[in-house]
T-cell receptor, first 113, second 112 residues
Framework: DTAVSQTPKYLVTQMGNDKSIKCEQNLGHDTMYWYKQDSKKFLKIMFSYNNKELIINETVPNRFSPKSPDKAHLNLHINSLELGDSAVYFCASSQRQDQETQYFGPGTRLLVL | GENVEQHPSTLSVQEGDSAVIKCTYSDSASNYFPWYKQELGKGPQLIID?????GEKKDQRIAVTLNKTAKHFSLHITETQPEDSAVYFC???????????FGPGTSLSVIP
């Protein structure tokens, strides 16, 4: 009974390619997030959606485009992948926008060669 | 915006000893301070949190203290066990943006 799931778990790709990561939560939460964790374990928020509406958009290159088809799904599409995009990407959800407890997915390990 | 610092970056303790991780935050308006544990290959998981109207909170072997005046908060783990080995993140919530800012993490190793 996975609460927050992500696919794929691992993604190895060449520089310049376009790739997508998918996230789904079955908790009935309104708010979903994307975080990037670099090789030094720094965890930084990228985007936040509340009921399919973008509410947080950090300083992230335009090559990253989130999409929320419904409030249970938040996907991340990355165009023209660069070496520096290699990281672990975590999806998370919370019950409401102002609800503090966040539930994280298992992560997608992206390696750009 | 909010900035969260965390020390130490790595910590090794003998099984049964206590571990303390300390964090500071910059925005005096922040009012919620969670702690997350990240085991190897997994996503972070909330282990305890504290709000700004409380000075201390305990849950079995873990406790968190908050000093609002000094903008410090700490995680205390007593009677450490090997399964406590993980990366621990403190965080603070920016009230103006409903955004959680994470500290850089502490890698805790509990030596059997």
């Amino acid at each position: 009974d996975t609460a927050v799931s992500q696919t794929p778990k691992y993604l190895v790709t060449q520089m310049g390619n376009d790739k997508s990561i998918k996230c789904e939560q079955n908790l009935g939460h309104d708010t979903m997030y994307w975080y990037k964790q670099d090789s030094k374990k720094f965890l930084k928020i990228m985007f936040s959606y509340n009921n399919k509406e973008l509410i947080i958009n950090e300083t992230v290159p335009n090559r990253f485009s989130p999409k929320s088809p419904d409030k249970a799904h938040l996907n991340l599409h990355i165009n023209s992948l660069e070496l520096g995009d290699s990281a672990v990407y975590f999806c998370a959800s919370s019950q409401r926008q102002d609800q503090e407890t966040q539930y994280f997915g298992p992560g997608t390990r992206l390696l750009v060669l | 915006g909010e900035n969260v610092e965390q020390h130490p970056s790595t910590l090794s303790v003998q099984e049964g000893d206590s571990a303390v991780i300390k964090c500071t935050y910059s925005d005096s308006a922040s009012n919620y301070f969670p702690w997350y544990k990240q085991e190897l290959g997994k996503g972070p998981q909330l282990i305890i949190d504290i709000r700004s109207n409380v000075g201390e909170k305990k849950d079995q072997r873990i406790a968190v203290t908050l000093n609002k005046t000094a903008k410090h908060f700490s995680l205390h783990i007593t009677e450490t066990q090997p399964e406590d080995s993980a990366v621990y993140f403190c965080a603070a919530k920016e009230t103006s943006y409903d955004k959680v800012i994470f500290g850089p993490g502490t890698s805790l190793s509990v030596i059997p």
